[in-house]
């Protein structure tokens, strides 16, 4: 049963990864500046960030050892969540390139927090 749910969780993390990397493309595309760096070729890591506005940035970290959400403005940390929160958090984000929001637009306040 732990070999199959260990392997259920590499192959999560592999398609997060993914995920993240498609996400990063099409924000970049979208006029945000984005990006997504792996470690190797597992596709078992990566870093996420994306700026949403001056000096308003996300940080989305996935790894084996877990998932964090981070997002801060003037370089300081407004909301650090962990595990489904920071999954949840995530699509909010995605929801910004699915509604073809442009960076100079309002988006959801519970991504952005308060831009104004």
Known sequence: MFIRLAE????FVQDLVMNLQALAIVLERKG?????????GQMNSASFMVSLADSHLIRFLVSDYGITWTEMRDD???????????????????NLVKYQLKPSQSVPAMVTGNLG
Not at 8 to 11: K, P, S, T, W, Y
Not at 83 to 93: M, P, T, V
């Open 8 to 11: 259920q969780h590499r192959q």
């Open 76 to 94: 300081r940390e407004l909301m650090k969540l962990e595990g489904a929160e920071a999954i949840s958090q995530l699509q909010e984000l995605a």
């Open 32 to 40: 945000y500046l984005a990006s997504c760096y792996t470690c190797g």
